[in-house]
């Protein structure tokens, strides 16, 4: 058993996926996020146990149109992504062929075709396909292999690679949510990076896969798809560097107490048994670096802001950053009040801080 | 985020309640508003579900798409909402007064009020503005015909829209970024985007802090979101169910259950900032955006072609240009209407407060050809000087007077005087500061700023694409999908 099982406890390990590959590298210096990510421990059913539940449900009417609009594309063996795709990446139609990697049921043996059959379209091999659907691609995070799926991988003529990337987000008049294309476009650099890597092993040139993805979404307030090339070069290059700062998660395993576990310990009907006590204590053991922000992307988040109340990292980066980088209110405050004396390193920040205060206090009675 | 406003949120944590960063209100608020809370369908591209509208707390009108991926039904909504609304607009358009324009040279008519629409977020004006987009430009003949008010909402959401991205309009204004102005909480400002969490910090309920308040507003079976998402248990547990029931009683009921919560906090809103008083420049801009609601009526009246989806070349700039001015016309007023907004500038250099030590009120400059009234007075500082000689300087007690500085020694700022003293060799009394004043001095400026020159629309040049095509309506407009 190794220190991330023990970690997990007896159970099925959660899976790392595009998505949470992304919400990792969003805040590469939560230590709490990186090991539990690692260990595969399910956050979610942590944080409800612990009493901090998560809130990311989702719409059944969500879902319902997101795969009504891949299931419209994909009809008829893709007719009509294929429309797209030879308008934005100018295939010529006679490359069109398709092949449906997703009806697979083992990972291993589909991950094992998706290489064959990649590897071969980079080799330039005569009949190879056009369109991968679904291909399972693997890729190191943190010391451990993650399988991913991208939606599509399109091969063009003169062989380039352009990861597909469909979404029910309405683009209208050229323009689409930029919070969403954003998580889009990172999630595609994160199956952008693996197939890379995926070709490099095999002795491909890695730049065979482009950098520009296609982005695949309704247009305007029809169900009519539009496709987009979005550039993720900025992606991947921060992607890459946060995956090279994750190879130390051993490192950090290594630091913990060794009989250390967020094992729930469900007794034979499931029901953790626990103490819930017990987990808070260990999950203190485990350094988070709580921002705002981790309300949108982390399950913990609940859990992490109550134990981050009274810093100013709660307030927002921008607070933080407006306060000196002073790490607590109360200290921030006694600053302000002159009623702490600042270290070296924070005397300017404290007359900065003293400064407001007056002037506040000359304002507001 | 500036630092003065950031210790206030550490005082609010402190303090348990939100503290103020204004003295004054900024934004204009409407005796009769009309409150607009709309919820869209999860997923689906903009399709409207319902919708809390009115104009007064006790009368919130109820619209409800049964089956929110039916098109007609969709344009029913439309249709509704646009009885409401555009009547409410037109409501408005009664009394006028005669205003001068173009620096004098010429007078136009201006109505008197205007509609004000309040929602409660950000993602309210979004609404708005995609509502507008998906109407405005919808036929009201032939073979994909709609009610005739569709395309008027359209053009009336959209105008309103447009306004709300104008720096210090008060004509479409999100509830959270009102009271947000206002208001520091002991929170972050991603969690300040809940309105019911927000007004928790500001007004918590007897016996609660600000953050139990605020944490209470989180649990979404309590206070529900305030739109336009909705809360996506609510969709799966209840709205679904209610949908397939076909029950239109069911589902108004879960819908209003939905949206009266926010009802009640948009009006809670309201009366908070009815309590502060009103800024001395907030009346200005509501006549500004009076006068571009009278600009708008007679545009649509003369038949004018609904807003177009893209600005072109020359309409972007110029329209770039209008809201930086704006920005720093805005910027300016709140400073001279706020000490508390004006301390931000003296915290960073860009004012300074301080007591007339020495005035010279007779001063003359005899270097020109003809002798001219330049007072000289001595102001002591409070504030660490970050401004040099020759820079030009304004008190918001003195609008109409400059102060240039002549010369900057420790802590004491001599400023020479113009303007605002009339037209003679002697200072009329009290035109120049005396001993003892305390003034605050900015380089802000809220003065006349020339706009920019831009070619006209046909001299758009090649590098901007040349010249665009005219716009002409078409069928494609008309019968663009709505799935």
Same mark, same amino acid.
């Given at each position: 058993?190794?220190? /991330?099982?023990? /970690?997990?406890?007896?159970?099925?390990?959660?899976?790392?996926?595009?998505?949470?590959?992304?919400?990792?590298?969003?805040?590469?210096?939560?230590?709490?996020?990186?090991?539990?990510?690692?260990?595969?421990?399910?956050?979610?059913?942590?944080?409800?146990?612990?009493?901090?539940?998560?809130?990311?449900?989702?719409?059944?009417?969500?879902?319902?149109?997101?795969?009504?609009?891949?299931?419209?594309?994909?009809?008829?063996?893709?007719?009509?992504?294929?429309?797209?795709?030879?308008?934005?990446?100018?295939?010529?139609?006679?490359?069109?062929?398709?092949?449906? /990697?997703?009806?697979?049921?083992?990972?291993?043996?589909?991950?094992?075709?998706?290489?064959?059959?990649?590897?071969?379209?980079?080799?330039?091999?005569?009949?190879?396909?056009?369109?991968?659907?679904?291909?399972?691609?693997?890729?190191?995070?943190?010391?451990?292999?993650?399988?991913?799926?991208?939606?599509?991988?399109?091969?063009?003529?003169?062989?380039?690679?352009?990861?597909?990337?469909?979404?029910?987000?309405?683009?209208?008049?050229?323009?689409?949510?930029?919070?969403?294309?954003?998580?889009?476009?990172?999630?595609?650099?994160?199956?952008?990076?693996?197939?890379?890597?995926?070709?490099?092993?095999?002795?491909?040139?890695?730049?065979?896969?482009?950098?520009?993805?296609?982005?695949? =979404?309704?247009?305007?307030?029809?169900?009519?798809?539009?496709?987009?090339?979005?550039?993720?070069?900025?992606?991947?290059?921060?992607?890459?560097?946060?995956?090279?700062?994750?190879?130390?998660?051993?490192?950090?395993?290594?630091?913990?107490?060794?009989?250390?576990?967020?094992?729930?310990?469900?007794?034979?009907?499931?029901?953790?048994?626990?103490?819930?006590?017990?987990?808070?204590?260990?999950?203190?053991?485990?350094?988070?670096?709580?921002?705002?922000? =981790?309300?949108?992307? =982390?399950?913990?988040?609940?859990? =992490?802001?109550?134990?981050?109340?009274?810093?100013?990292?709660?307030?927002?980066?921008?607070?933080?950053?407006?306060?000196?980088?002073?790490?607590?209110?109360?200290?921030?405050?006694?600053?302000?009040?002159?009623?702490?004396?600042?270290?070296?390193?924070?005397?300017?920040?404290?007359?900065?801080?003293?400064?407001?205060?007056?002037?506040?206090?000359?304002?507001?009675? | 985020?500036?630092?003065?406003?950031?210790?206030?949120?550490?005082?609010?944590?402190?303090?348990?309640?939100?503290?103020?960063?204004?003295?004054?209100?900024?934004?204009?608020?409407? %005796?009769?508003?009309?409150?607009?809370?709309?919820? %869209?369908?999860?997923?689906?591209?903009?399709?409207?579900?319902?919708?809390?509208?009115?104009?007064?707390?006790?009368?919130?009108?109820?619209?409800?798409?049964?089956?929110?991926?039916?098109?007609?039904?969709? &344009?029913?909504?439309?249709?509704?909402?646009?009885?409401?609304?555009?009547?409410?607009?037109?409501?408005?358009?009664?009394?006028?007064?005669?205003?001068?324009?173009?620096?004098?040279?010429?007078?136009?008519?201006?109505?008197?009020?205007?509609?004000?629409?309040?929602?409660?977020?950000?993602?309210?004006?979004?609404?708005?503005?995609?509502?507008?987009?998906?109407?405005?430009?919808?036929?009201?003949?032939?073979?994909?015909?709609?009610?005739?008010?569709?395309?008027?909402?359209?053009?009336?959401?959209?105008? &309103?829209?447009?306004?709300?991205?104008?720096?210090?309009?008060?004509?479409?204004? %999100?509830?959270?970024?009102?009271?947000?102005?206002?208001?520091?909480?002991?929170?972050?400002?991603?969690?300040?985007?809940?309105?019911?969490?927000?007004?928790?910090?500001?007004?918590?309920?007897?016996?609660?802090?600000?953050?139990?308040?605020?944490?209470?507003?989180?649990?979404?079976?309590?206070?529900?979101?305030?739109?336009?998402?909705?809360?996506?248990?609510?969709?799966?547990?209840?709205?679904?169910?209610?949908?397939?029931?076909?029950?239109?009683?069911?589902?108004?009921?879960?819908?209003?259950?939905?949206?009266?919560?926010?009802?009640?906090?948009?009006?809670?809103?309201?009366?908070?900032?009815?309590?502060?008083?009103?800024?001395?420049?907030?009346?200005?801009?509501?006549?500004?955006? @009076?006068?571009?609601?009278?600009?708008?009526?007679?545009?649509?009246?003369?038949?004018? &072609?609904?807003?177009?989806?893209?600005?072109?070349?020359?309409?972007?700039?110029?329209?770039?240009?209008?809201?930086?001015?704006?920005?720093?016309?805005?910027?300016?007023?709140?400073?001279?209407?706020?000490?508390?907004?004006?301390?931000?500038?003296?915290?960073?250099?860009?004012?300074?407060?301080?007591?007339?030590?020495?005035?010279?009120?007779?001063?003359?400059?005899?270097?020109?050809?003809?002798?001219?009234?330049?007072?000289?007075?001595?102001? @002591?500082?409070?504030?660490?000087?970050?401004?040099?000689?020759?820079?030009?300087?304004?008190?918001?007690?003195?609008?109409?007077?400059?102060?240039?500085?002549? %010369?900057?020694?420790?802590?004491?700022?001599?400023?020479?005087?113009?303007?605002?003293?009339?037209?003679?060799?002697?200072?009329?009394?009290?035109?120049?500061?005396?001993?003892?004043? @305390?003034?605050?001095?900015?380089?802000?400026?809220?003065?006349?700023?020339?706009?920019?020159?831009?070619?006209?629309?046909?001299?758009?040049?090649?590098?901007?694409?040349?010249?665009?095509?005219?716009?002409?309506?078409?069928?494609?407009?008309?019968?663009?999908?709505?799935?």
């Amino acid at each position: 058993m190794t220190s /991330l099982d023990r /970690l997990r406890g007896d159970v099925q390990p959660k899976n790392h996926n595009a998505r949470t590959i992304a919400a990792l590298t969003a805040n590469p210096g939560c230590s709490r996020r990186a090991v539990m990510d690692a260990a595969g421990i399910d956050k979610s059913r942590l944080a409800s146990y612990i009493g901090f539940p998560a809130r990311f449900g989702q719409s059944q009417f969500a879902i319902t149109r997101g795969n009504a609009f891949e299931a419209q594309l994909k009809a008829n063996g893709c007719a009509e992504l294929l429309r797209l795709l030879r308008e934005a990446l100018k295939l010529p139609i006679e490359e069109a062929s398709y092949d449906d /990697l997703e009806s697979l049921e083992q990972m291993d043996a589909r991950a094992a075709r998706s290489r064959q059959l990649l590897t071969r379209a980079a080799s330039g091999e005569e009949g190879a396909g056009t369109l991968f659907d679904h291909p399972l691609l693997r890729l190191e995070v943190g010391g451990r292999w993650v399988y991913l799926e991208p939606d599509l991988v399109a091969l063009r003529t003169g062989g380039k690679f352009y990861v597909v990337e469909i979404k029910s987000f309405a683009v209208i008049d050229g323009q689409a949510d930029g919070t969403k294309v954003s998580a889009a476009a990172t999630q595609s650099a994160v199956y952008v990076l693996a197939l890379r890597r995926l070709l490099a092993e095999a002795g491909h040139d890695p730049l065979l896969v482009s950098h520009d993805v296609v982005l695949v =979404c309704p247009e305007n307030f029809s169900n009519r798809p539009v496709a987009t090339l979005v550039d993720v070069r900025k992606k991947l290059s921060v992607l890459e560097r946060q995956l090279s700062r994750m190879a130390r998660i051993d490192a950090i395993v290594e630091s913990l107490s060794p009989d250390l576990t967020f094992d729930l310990a469900p007794d034979s009907s499931g029901v953790p048994q626990r103490p819930a006590s017990e987990l808070v204590d260990g999950l203190g053991q485990v350094d988070a670096r709580y921002s705002p922000e =981790c309300l949108a992307n =982390c399950e913990l988040a609940f859990f =992490c802001r109550h134990e981050a109340r009274g810093t100013t990292a709660s307030l927002g980066k921008s607070v933080r950053e407006e306060l000196g980088g002073v790490s607590s209110v109360e200290l921030a405050l006694s600053l302000a009040s002159g009623s702490a004396s600042p270290e070296p390193d924070q005397e300017e920040a404290a007359a900065m801080l003293r400064y407001a205060a007056k002037l506040r206090a000359e304002i507001v009675s | 985020m500036s630092a003065l406003t950031a210790l206030a949120r550490a005082s609010a944590v402190q303090a348990g309640v939100a503290q103020p960063i204004a003295t004054v209100r900024h934004v204009h608020l409407s %005796s009769r508003p009309l409150v607009f809370i709309p919820l %869209s369908l999860a997923g689906e591209a903009h399709a409207p579900l319902a919708a809390l509208v009115g104009s007064s707390v006790e009368s919130p009108q109820l619209l409800v798409v049964p089956q929110p991926r039916n098109r007609d039904q969709r &344009f029913g909504f439309a249709a509704t909402l646009a009885e409401i609304l555009v009547s409410y607009v037109d409501s408005f358009c009664g009394e006028t007064e005669t205003v001068a324009v173009d620096r004098g040279r010429d007078v136009r008519e201006r109505y008197v009020d205007a509609p004000q629409i309040l929602v409660p977020n950000g993602g309210g004006i979004g609404f708005v503005r995609l509502f507008g987009r998906s109407t405005r430009f919808r036929r009201t003949t032939g073979e994909w015909a709609v009610d005739p008010a569709v395309p008027l909402l359209g053009r009336w959401l959209t105008f &309103f829209a447009e306004r709300a991205e104008y720096p210090g309009s008060s004509m479409l204004v %999100s509830m959270t970024g009102a009271l947000g102005m206002h208001w520091a909480t002991g929170q972050s400002s991603v969690e300040d985007a809940n309105l019911a969490a927000l007004l928790g910090w500001i007004a918590p309920p007897a016996g609660m802090t600000g953050a139990e308040a605020a944490l209470e507003a989180e649990d979404p079976l309590r206070w529900p979101p305030a739109g336009p998402a909705t809360d996506p248990t609510f969709d799966n547990e209840v709205l679904a169910p209610a949908i397939e029931s076909g029950s239109l009683s069911t589902l108004e009921k879960a819908l209003r259950d939905q949206l009266e919560p926010t009802w009640e906090l948009m009006w809670r809103g309201v009366s908070l900032l009815r309590a502060l008083p009103a800024g001395s420049r907030v009346e200005r801009r509501w006549a500004d955006d @009076r006068g571009a609601f009278t600009g708008y009526v007679e545009y649509v009246a003369e038949g004018g &072609f609904p807003q177009a989806k893209l600005d072109v070349a020359v309409a972007a700039a110029q329209r770039l240009a209008k809201l930086e001015r704006a920005q720093a016309l805005y910027d300016a007023q709140r400073a001279y209407d706020d000490p508390l907004v004006l301390a931000e500038y003296r915290l960073t250099g860009e004012a300074f407060a301080g007591s007339v030590v020495a005035s010279s009120p007779d001063r003359l400059d005899a270097s020109g050809k003809k002798r001219v009234l330049r007072p000289h007075i001595t102001v @002591r500082s409070d504030d660490p000087v970050r401004l040099g000689p020759g820079v030009t300087v304004v008190s918001p007690a003195r609008p109409a007077q400059k102060g240039r500085i002549v %010369s900057v020694s420790g802590s004491d700022v001599v400023l020479e005087l113009s303007g605002g003293m009339g037209r003679g060799l002697t200072a009329p009394p009290g035109s120049v500061p005396e001993v003892g004043e @305390r003034l605050t001095y900015t380089t802000l400026t809220e003065s006349y700023q020339a706009p920019a020159a831009f070619p006209s629309r046909d001299e758009t040049p090649w590098t901007h694409g040349g010249p665009p095509a005219e716009y002409v309506p078409d069928n494609e407009d008309a019968a663009e999908e709505w799935s």
